[in-house]
């Protein structure tokens, strides 16, 4: 008896404290409740947007600070965050008009950023509900937030077409930072973001 | 998951449960009927009187553990859950060891909380299971045969507190929290994973849970201690071993309630954040509440240890302790002390300068009761003619040098104008790591060896390998706390996931530190695995519980 | 146990006793007269403007989940800088730590601590603590939070610098 009670509470003591690592591995790390994506979304297309982090605001250097992102239904969203200094930063978006007023999602988490400026992270989205979105930074609540605005009836011209010039582009597929290809790609995405937005 | 699989997955889980349930039931009826009745034949009022007084079969480890109430039993049930405890909760110590490799966070990068999260149940764990856990499980088991108790009556008591601890200690495994072990309030009240866990709330009950079962046990251990001890012992001839277990279980009903009455407002502040974010609270109120149970909970989780040197120390240098008399007021002063000196975890809270002096002054007093009993402690080996040095001899010497390195270290953090530097940093982890590593596992694993052929029944460890488990362990904990301790004196600061680069050195130092004493703790489970195949050898008492038998034995080493 | 041992026994404890406790009597004496000197200061709750010494300028630190700001105050007005604090040499500082709930639910209890300085001191929630403090050496030194704070702690971090 004693000799399989040896062995028994060795295998019992190795098998817990397995589960209890794996267990504790799959804690949830964030919180999403309403805005995580539900599986078998339709596509509709792809878009890409790039925002510059600075504590100041978003885009703060960039053209008008802290821009309204407008943004149709179910379309794949590739979210391009370049730091500009060297603090923490997140991208984080909830649902209605005022940050923080829901469930919140972090879409680039200060994990994935540097703090090294020029430093480029990416994340995906897909809205598949229409409304009043709030993308903001956790650090600067105050400074780095703004709006975006989900259409249902987006002009589909328009996106298609911004779509597919960014596409073309190749910007930030490399992750190396270029000096080169950044500014230039940089300058092409404003002038574009300007033209969108003065279409809406 | 859909819920259909959800639903089929918690039926076929229950179902699992049930069926060892009622193989538990089954096995419990036959067994307990049979010891009921031999013990009526011999006219005993219950049967655990009768198993301590003519039987040794149940001291070992086996299923019974768990279905007997007789107090060598629950001792065996609270020591195998506690070892089980250990490995998971150093599990966790290892991997998140590891995963601070370089200054930024690469194992867990994106979710960094997950290092919070096996910081927070390796701490709570340590403390709650395994600490607490392993004191109560060689007090339950030594205690008989130490005060020859007369009846070892409420075994259901300790039944229900061993469950009732052991489900609080599931429950915050399961919780996954990460608050710090003390559950500083506005942060434990974010159910959030980038506040304290979605599920802390479950953790808050744990802990109530625990202190509830601890409670019972230590009613029970302390009416064991006062009135079912044998009329041949007086008080003045006690063993330390019971002295030192007496004086911790006081400790531990004179503090719980702060603990108890704090976690049931803490968790109506889930509900209702009134008690601590109030406009006329302050977060505090719950500080101060805790550590006037958290200070003695450091104390309770090194002071059986304490009595259980006084026992093992003399069985290997073959003379008396030094001096008894001294030895129990040692023990006993930490009594009033541990309650005096909480508020020197507090002292940066803006305390001002005034509380800073009182509690750093009080806080140098509990140097008096330590320095006592280290002299005890030298003063016998020096008395001595021969020392002869076994694996829990090893352990023992072991344990007070770390105990002197711990206590010097938190005498230093315990000066006023120090602890403005060292604390919330490393310094103060290495600091209750020599003295945890050194005294609290350090001696439950020498204990462990001494019990070693009553608990396995009749088998004789691996020397070689406890000699590795000793030596990987006592090297490892001096490597990794030694790097936290300079580190921490220059700055490097606690429970942080990722920290500043001119800090590696010291972090890499303290990996290399904490993954030997992992390798050295599977040494181990392969001693256990070994040792427990073989046939028995030997017999099944130890010298251990002969506590009134001072001559270097063979037994039980 | 013969008489003359027990007295020899006796003997070596009380002189044991007696060394330990002129080494504490003379940690507490040192404990008591460093922290009666000038420059000695540590985290004390504010409870009104005489908290901050003459001649020293007033930063008000907060605390949120999981950055730092400092508001210092000078004839021109007021700036705000955050994680990074820029400061004279030789000039006295009086820090006023609190803590404001950030993008999270709840103002949180914070750990201000600069290690090269020897400065660390509570953000709590509804109380505002002060410590004051010279830098007498230029340099960059670090800023951490040592008291948990949530997800982000590790990076409640940043630089202190001080210029001549």
Not at chain 2, 290 to 307: K, M, N, R
Not at chain 2, 438 to 454: E, Q
Not at chain 2, 473 to 498: C, D, E, N, Q
Request: hydrophobic letters at 45%; proline letters at 4%.
């Amino acid at each position: 008896m004693a000799g399989k009670a040896g062995i028994v509470l060795v295998v019992t003591i190795l098998l817990l404290s397995g589960f209890s690592l794996l267990y504790v591995f799959n804690a949830p790390t964030q919180t999403a409740g309403g805005l995580t994506d539900p599986s078998n979304l339709p596509v509709k297309g792809t878009m890409n947007i790039t925002i510059y982090a600075d504590s100041g605001g978003w885009n703060y250097s960039h053209g008008p600070i802290n821009p309204t992102l407008y943004i149709p239904l179910d379309y794949i969203v590739t979210f391009t965050v370049i730091e500009e200094d060297n603090l923490p930063h997140t991208l984080t978006i909830n649902k209605g008009a005022k940050e923080n007023s829901g469930a919140s999602l972090t879409l680039v988490s200060s994990g994935q950023l540097t703090q090294v400026p020029g430093h480029v992270a990416k994340a995906t989205y897909e809205f598949f509900t229409t409304g009043v979105y709030t993308y903001w930074c956790t650090f600067h609540p105050a400074t780095m937030v703004a709006q975006i605005q989900v259409n249902a009836t987006a002009s589909n011209g328009t996106t298609a077409n911004s779509s597919a010039v960014n596409s073309a582009v190749p910007f930030h597929s490399f992750q190396p930072y270029s000096n080169f290809v950044e500014p230039v790609s940089m300058m092409i995405m404003k002038t574009m973001k300007t033209a969108a937005v003065m279409v809406h | 998951m859909s819920s259909t699989g959800l639903l089929i997955t918690a039926s076929i889980v229950l179902s699992f449960f049930f069926i060892f349930l009622f193989l538990l039931y089954y096995k419990y009826l036959s067994v307990k009927t049979e010891v009921d009745v031999a013990a009526n034949n011999e006219n005993y009022y219950d049967y655990s009187s009768y198993l301590i007084d003519k039987k040794k079969t149940s001291s070992a480890i086996s299923l019974n553990s768990f279905i007997m109430n007789d107090s060598k039993s629950i001792g065996i049930r609270f020591l195998i859950t506690s070892i089980v405890f250990f490995f998971i909760a150093g599990t966790f110590g290892v991997i998140m060891r590891v995963s601070l490799f370089y200054p930024h966070p690469t194992l867990f990068a994106g979710k960094e909380v997950l290092y919070d999260i096996l910081t927070t149940e390796h701490a709570i764990l340590m403390i709650y299971m395994w600490a607490i856990g392993s004191a109560l499980g060689l007090a339950y088991y030594l205690l008989p045969r130490f005060l020859k108790l007369k009846s070892d009556k409420f075994g259901n008591f300790s039944s229900w507190s061993y469950w009732i601890w052991l489900l609080g200690g599931i429950f915050i495994l399961l919780s996954r929290t990460s608050t710090r072990w003390y559950y500083y309030p506005p942060l434990a009240l974010e159910l959030t994973p980038y506040g304290a866990g979605s599920m802390n709330w479950l953790a808050v009950i744990g802990i109530e849970m625990i202190m509830i079962g601890v409670t019972i046990s230590a009613i029970v251990l302390v009416r064991n201690i006062i009135y079912e001890r044998s009329d041949s012992i007086p008080l003045s001839k006690m063993p330390l071993f019971a002295w030192s277990v007496l004086f911790t279980l006081i400790m531990f009903l004179a503090s719980a309630p702060f603990l108890m009455t704090a976690m049931i407002m803490l968790f109506y502040d889930f509900v209702n954040p009134v008690f601590f974010t109030g406009s006329s609270s302050s977060p505090l109120f719950f500080a101060e509440l805790f550590w006037t149970w958290g200070h003695p909970i450091v104390y309770i989780a090194i002071l059986p240890q304490f009595g259980l040197i006084y026992e093992i120390l003399p069985k290997f240098t073959g003379n008396k302790v030094y001096s008894y008399t001294s030895g129990v007021i040692a023990l006993g002063l930490l009594l009033p002390l541990s309650e005096l000196v909480w508020g020197h975890h507090l002292m940066e809270s803006g305390f001002g300068i005034e509380w800073g002096l009182f509690f750093s002054t009080a806080s140098l007093f509990v140097v008096i009761p330590s320095a006592i009993t280290v002299f005890n402690y030298i003063g016998t080996m020096w008395t001595a003619t021969k020392i002869r040095i076994t694996i829990p001899m090893l352990f023992v010497i072991n344990g007070i040098m770390d105990f002197v390195i711990g206590g010097i270290t938190g005498v230093i953090t315990a000066v006023l104008p120090l602890n403005e530097q060292t604390h919330g940093t490393y310094w103060v982890t290495g600091h209750f790591h020599f003295v945890f590593m050194g005294i609290t596992v350090g001696i439950a694993f020498a204990s462990i060896y001494m019990l070693w052929p009553s608990l396995t029944g009749g088998r004789v460890y691996n020397r070689r390998l406890a000699g590795w488990h000793f030596a990987l362990t006592a090297v490892g904990s001096m490597i990794m706390s030694m790097g936290w301790t300079v580190g921490g004196f220059l700055g490097m600061p606690r429970y942080v996931s990722g920290y500043f680069a001119r800090y590696q050195i010291y972090q890499d130092v303290a990996i290399i530190g904490g993954v030997i004493i992992g390798i050295g703790q599977l040494f181990f489970l392969a001693n256990l695995l070994l040792s427990m195949s073989a046939a028995p050898q030997t017999e099944t008492s130890n010298a251990l519980e002969d506590a009134y038998k001072n001559l270097s034995m063979a037994g039980g080493e | 146990m013969s008489d003359d041992n027990h007295k020899k026994k006796m003997k070596a404890e009380a002189l044991w006793i007696a060394g330990f406790l002129v080494v504490l009597a003379f940690t507490a004496g040192l404990n008591f007269y460093i922290t009666s000197q000038k420059d000695f200061s540590i985290a004390t709750k504010m409870t009104g403007s005489n908290s901050i010494p003459n001649g020293s300028i007033p930063i008000v630190v907060t605390g949120y989940q999981w950055a730092w700001s400092y508001t210092y105050y000078n004839s021109t007005g007021k700036q705000t800088f955050v994680d990074n604090l820029n400061i004279t040499v030789n000039q006295s500082y009086t820090l006023v730590v609190t803590s404001i709930a950030g993008a999270q639910q709840f103002a949180v209890i914070h750990d201000l601590y600069i290690p090269q300085m020897g400065i660390q001191i509570y953000a709590v929630p509804g109380q505002n603590n002060t410590i004051t403090f010279t830098p007498d050496k230029t340099g960059t030194f670090v800023i951490e939070c040592v008291e948990y704070c949530g997800y982000e702690h590790y990076l409640m971090r940043g630089y202190l610098t001080v210029v001549a």
